[in-house]
């Protein structure tokens, strides 16, 4: 069935549970009242809020149902959340199975309790058929949406086979650049001389330095680039 199908499935579906468990009880319930207000049950008071209330469920759940098709877990589940609200609301139509008549000096009280639980179990037997149908129209859904997911990776296999393939940037040499080298002081002379600033004169040379000739700055004897200014130290100097 297509979704415009299904759409118009639960719209009949929303109309016709109004009808059954709201606008119609709504009306019954109103003249049962007022034509014999001594009639008495647990939920007399409150009944009409507790029909709204639980017919708006069973219409809202039953709505969910026709919505989704047969074989999956969603319409499943509002099913049976539906035939729940469906016994909640009879328990509540029916005050319990106990009901209560006052006429001048009478009193008469009705317990059908054993009546009422036997109604319940009946319409919870619908629950079978709601799974039974679950289980017929599992193994169509079950192609039917692996049929899908194959068509779907097909369409996406001949997108990205249709789609101009981009060029692969070509990889250069690493070279070295200026941000790799150490930044080192530098004077600008009268003369326009351009030269690095000496670092200051020690005295004593520790052991395994070696002074830099270009800006007098001291490195390990292993080290083969001045860290200050980047210049190369002779081989005889790299021990």
């Not at 009306?27 to 001594?38: C, N, R």
């Not at 909640?88 to 009280?109: D, K, N």
């Not at 395994?208 to 680039?225: N, W």
Request: proline share 5%; with cysteine; glycine share 8%.
């Amino acid at each position: 069935m297509s979704s415009k199908g299904r759409a118009s499935d639960a719209v009949w579906t929303a109309f016709t549970e109004s009808l059954r468990f709201v606008i119609v009880p709504l009306i019954l319930i109103d003249l049962v009242t007022s034509t014999y207000p001594q009639l008495a049950t647990a939920f007399m008071p409150r009944i009409e809020m507790f029909v709204l209330f639980f017919g708006g469920m069973i219409i809202a759940s039953s709505t969910l149902e026709a919505v989704h098709r047969p074989g999956t877990y969603k319409r499943l589940l509002f099913g049976l959340c539906a035939l729940m609200f469906v016994c909640m609301w009879l328990f509540i139509v029916f005050g319990g199975g106990v009901a209560e008549f006052t006429y001048g000096p009478y009193f008469i009280r009705f317990d059908m309790t054993n009546i009422v639980y036997i109604i319940l179990f009946g319409i919870s037997l619908k629950g079978l058929l709601i799974y039974m149908t679950f289980s017929a129209n599992r193994r169509a859904e079950t192609e039917r949406m692996r049929k899908r997911r194959v068509e779907d990776a097909e369409k996406g296999r001949a997108k990205a086979a249709a789609a101009p393939k981009k060029a692969r940037p070509g990889t250069s040499p690493r070279t070295m650049a200026f941000e790799d080298l150490s930044s080192g002081e530098f004077d600008v002379t009268a003369d326009d001389f351009v030269g690095y600033t000496p670092a200051p004169f020690a005295k004593d040379l520790p052991q395994g330095m070696k002074v830099c000739e270009v800006c007098g700055a001291q490195s390990p004897t292993k080290v083969y680039v001045c860290k200050n200014c980047g210049s190369w130290f002779p081989s005889d100097t790299v021990i």
